[in-house]
């Protein structure tokens, strides 16, 4: 969470972004984005509690994350579901509760998650 601009361009950071964006949608032209700021409940021992995304940095990030934002609205509206086989123990995503159905169990969709992530592989 150092730097939130570059996980929102990279299209890691869905939450302030979104945000951002259906306030600049409600509120119309008069209204300018003014930053925002993360505030986690918990923490590791020495980590920050919050994490704040400036204007400035949401207007760096603003374009490559609407394109990737638009990528991923296709590919949903298209019926594809893409898995990340590198996240986690064995593919699994540490936070799901149902790594047991998980796509990522099935080797087969392992693979081909794989060669889409990565082309080539």
Same mark, same amino acid.
């Given at each position: 969470?150092?730097?939130?601009?570059?996980?929102?361009?990279? @299209?890691?950071? /869905?939450?302030?972004?979104?945000?951002?964006?259906? #306030?600049?949608?409600?509120? +119309?032209? +008069?209204?300018?984005?003014? +930053?925002?700021?993360?505030?986690?409940?918990?923490?590791?021992? @020495?980590?920050?509690?919050? #994490?704040?995304?400036?204007? %400035?940095?949401?207007?760096?990030?603003?374009?490559?994350?609407?394109?990737?934002?638009?990528?991923?609205?296709?590919?949903?509206?298209? @019926?594809?579901?893409?898995?990340?086989?590198?996240? @986690? %123990?064995? +593919?699994?995503?540490?936070?799901?509760?149902?790594?047991?159905?998980?796509?990522?169990? /099935?080797?087969?969709?392992?693979?081909?998650?794989?060669?889409?992530?990565?082309?080539?592989?």
């Amino acid at each position: 969470w150092k730097n939130l601009a570059k996980k929102a361009a990279a @299209g890691e950071l /869905h939450q302030l972004p979104f945000y951002a964006e259906l #306030a600049a949608a409600a509120l +119309g032209k +008069g209204w300018s984005f003014g +930053g925002a700021e993360l505030l986690f409940l918990e923490v590791e021992a @020495g980590e920050e509690r919050s #994490a704040e995304l400036s204007a %400035e940095d949401w207007g760096l990030a603003r374009s490559p994350f609407l394109a990737i934002l638009a990528e991923r609205v296709e590919a949903i509206s298209s @019926g594809r579901f893409p898995i990340r086989p590198e996240d @986690g %123990e064995c +593919g699994h995503c540490s936070w799901c509760e149902f790594p047991t159905v998980c796509r990522k169990a /099935h080797a087969p969709s392992r693979a081909r998650g794989l060669r889409a992530a990565v082309p080539g592989a």
